[in-house]
Every structure is written in C-alpha cells, then in structure tokens.
C-alpha cells in the first residue's frame, strides 16, 4: 500500500518568516495530493492540493509544489501568521479504486508572534 | 454549517459495551469515507462507501466494526465489545465522484474507560 513520510514533525517560525513542509510518497500510482490544515479538537480543512499533471500551484500565501520522479511533493507557507499555527497533514491518493487518502503524521507548525 | 455533520461529538463508554456513531455527508457526495485519527497521527481509512455499496474495508477494521449506509444517505458505524484501543477520533469523510476534493465531519471523539 501507500506510504506517505512527512518532515518536519514540529516546525517553529516567526511571523512573517517561510514555513515549508515536505512529504515523500511511494505509490507511483498516486496521482493527487492534498494538504489538510487541523486545528485542536477540529476536523482537517483542505487548503490547497494538487494533481500529478501539475508541478506547482498556488493560492495566495500557501503554494505545494509536486516532483513526480522523486515522489515528493512541498508545502510552503509565506508571511507566516498566528493564525497558521496548526498541525498539517499531508495526504495523497491512488486515481483507481476508492480513492482514499493515505495521510503522513502531521507537522505541527508554531507561528511565533 | 451545510458540510459533513457527526453524532454524536463526544462519547464516553466503559469496555464491552456497544457503540454507534452517524455521519451525515455532503448531500450531494455519494462517496462516504470512515477515517480513525489517534492523538499525534494522521487519520487513517477504515472503509468506504460509493452510494449504498460498501466497496472496501482496511485491515483496522476488525469483525468488532460494521458500518452501513443502508440508502445511500447518512452512514453508521457501530463498534461492539468496545476496547480500551478504540479510543480514538473517528472521522468521517465525503467526496463527489469524478475527482472531487474530500471533505471531513468533525469526528466523534470515543474514550473506552
């Protein structure tokens, strides 16, 4: 099955200050790759995810960027704020089948003011 | 709040005894998800439902779990002779088909004491 690896675990930055995110997949046949924002005791919010036709995407202060060959793909978060401290998850998904997520063991992400 | 809805929250139950959680998915998502998260993980699949039809089940899902989405509608996953292992977030998550995103419920909290 899937294994999906994620680095850091915990990751503290100052405000205004880069954060970035990496994951690693094995399933050559995973073909879309989400990132899951959770905050304590709420559900995971999508936030940005991306398909394997796609190297990069972005959304205003959050872009991933995906390397199919390498089987890794990045979150990267600018102009960190308070608000963005969470625990991230990165995930990615099989196109056959029932499509479920495989998801990495989160990185907790502490946005120092 | 018109996304994935849980019932209950929260439940407290003493082992051995039998629980049921419901989840209510976007309606117009016929793929329903069930996920469990344990504190410091990320959610892991349990099994899957495209309309009515349970199409797959992992391997944490032991003879104790059965889950059901008898009209296509909402589901429910019942844990019998609940064990202290159980304790846990269950998830439960929906997607349209055709490569929708996947959208979470905010989970029932289950604590066997």
């Known amino acids: 099955g899937e294994n999906v690896e994620q680095h850091p675990s915990t990751l503290s930055v100052q405000e205004g200050d880069s954060a970035v995110i990496k994951c690693t997949y094995s399933d050559s046949a995973s073909n879309y790759f989400p990132w899951y924002k959770q905050e304590l005791g709420k559900r995971p919010q999508l936030i940005i995810d991306i398909r394997s036709n796609v190297g990069e995407k972005k959304d205003q202060r959050i872009a991933v960027t995906l390397n199919k060959t390498a089987k890794h793909f990045s979150l990267h978060i600018t102009e960190t704020q308070p608000e963005d401290s969470a625990v991230y998850f990165c995930a990615a998904s099989r196109r056959e089948g029932a499509n479920n997520l495989f998801f990495g063991t989160g990185t907790r992400l502490t946005v120092i003011p | 709040d018109t996304g994935v809805s849980q019932d209950p929250r929260h439940k407290i139950t003493k082992r051995g005894q039998n629980v049921t959680f419901r989840c209510d998915p976007i309606?117009?998502?016929?793929?329903l998800y069930w996920y469990r998260q344990t504190l410091g993980q990320g959610p892991e699949f349990l099994t899957y439902?495209?309309?009515?039809?349970?199409?797959?089940k992992s391997r944490l899902l032991s003879d104790r779990f059965s889950a059901e989405r008898p009209k296509g509608s909402f589901s429910t996953l019942e844990i019998q002779r609940t064990e202290q292992g159980d304790s846990a977030m269950y998830l439960c998550?929906?997607?349209?088909?055709?490569?929708?995103?996947?959208?979470f419920g905010q989970g029932t909290r289950l604590t066997v004491v």
């Open positions: 309606s117009e998502h016929n793929r």
């Open positions: 998550a929906s997607r349209s088909t055709g490569g929708g995103k996947t959208f």
């Open positions: 439902f495209q309309n009515e039809a349970q199409l797959e």
